[in-house]
């Protein structure tokens, strides 16, 4: 089964990757969307980090511009690749899930969704135990600005997972506060040389 991912390089895309990489099944390519205006659709990571991750990943990377409320635009992304399946990180969010139900529908390909309702803290505890090196990039007050910049770990995680639960932060960065950027991984070639200067916070 051939799939493309919906890819932006943070932690829920390239565990996806991995994840279905695991499967046994064939990553065709990595689509990312860009868009001049906010977007649910559109990824949120510097489009210079996305391409860094997919080159360590080795999978070639589409981009689109998308829209936020037609979904055309990733329709006919899509309808040109050579695919059975379409897989995204979502884990909690219906609104982003119905849309990727009606684009695969249109398209009569299945959709992937193998983090959809797992526990966010499970998820990030896997990711690190699995060899993830995972940057966090503030993009709200919400969490303490020591946080910006910072690798988790084994010794720091159980921390930021309880100070994230404090704040009802989805530790997976779905709620948007922060992007969880990856580093490294098992599925990567090399480890990304990301300076914390490099990462201006911003607002979401």
Same mark, same amino acid.
């Given at each position: 089964?051939?799939?493309?991912i919906?890819?932006?390089? /943070?932690?829920?895309?390239v565990?996806?990757?991995?994840?279905? #990489?695991?499967?046994?099944?064939?990553?065709?390519?990595?689509? !990312?969307? #860009?868009?001049?205006?906010?977007s649910?659709?559109?990824?949120?990571?510097?489009?210079?980090? !996305?391409?860094?991750?997919?080159?360590?990943?080795?999978?070639?990377?589409?981009e689109?511009?998308? &829209?936020?409320?037609? !979904?055309?635009?990733?329709?006919?992304?899509?309808?040109?690749?050579?695919?059975?399946?379409?897989?995204?990180?979502?884990? #909690? %969010? /219906?609104? *982003?899930?119905? *849309?990727?139900?009606?684009?695969?529908q249109?398209? =009569?390909?299945?959709?992937?969704?193998?983090?959809?309702? =797992? &526990?966010?803290?499970?998820?990030? !505890?896997?990711?690190i135990?699995?060899?993830?090196?995972?940057?966090?990039?503030? =993009?709200?007050? *919400?969490?303490?600005?020591?946080?910006?910049? *910072?690798?988790? &770990?084994?010794?720091n995680?159980?921390?930021?997972?309880q100070?994230?639960?404090? /704040?009802?932060?989805?530790?997976?960065?779905?709620?948007?506060?922060?992007?969880?950027?990856?580093?490294?991984?098992?599925?990567? #070639?090399?480890?990304? =040389?990301? %300076?914390?200067?490099?990462?201006?916070?911003?607002?979401?």
């Amino acid at each position: 089964m051939r799939v493309a991912i919906l890819f932006s390089g /943070n932690a829920a895309s390239v565990y996806c990757h991995h994840l279905i #990489r695991e499967a046994g099944l064939d990553v065709a390519y990595l689509v !990312t969307a #860009r868009a001049h205006l906010p977007s649910r659709m559109k990824q949120s990571l510097d489009p210079d980090l !996305t391409r860094l991750s997919a080159r360590s990943l080795e999978i070639p990377l589409m981009e689109f511009v998308a &829209d936020e409320v037609d !979904t055309s635009p990733l329709i006919e992304a899509l309808a040109g690749l050579e695919i059975d399946g379409l897989c995204d990180g979502a884990i #909690r %969010s /219906n609104h *982003r899930r119905n *849309r990727l139900v009606e684009v695969c529908q249109k398209l =009569k390909i299945q959709l992937l969704l193998p983090l959809w309702h =797992k &526990d966010p803290a499970e998820i990030l !505890t896997n990711m690190i135990e699995e060899g993830f090196v995972i940057m966090i990039k503030l =993009k709200s007050d *919400r969490l303490d600005g020591g946080w910006h910049g *910072r690798v988790l &770990d084994g010794e720091n995680r159980d921390e930021f997972i309880q100070v994230c639960d404090e /704040n009802g932060i989805d530790p997976m960065g779905e709620s948007k506060e922060f992007d969880p950027i990856v580093l490294a991984g098992p599925s990567m #070639r090399d480890r990304m =040389k990301v %300076s914390p200067s490099l990462l201006p916070r911003q607002s979401p």
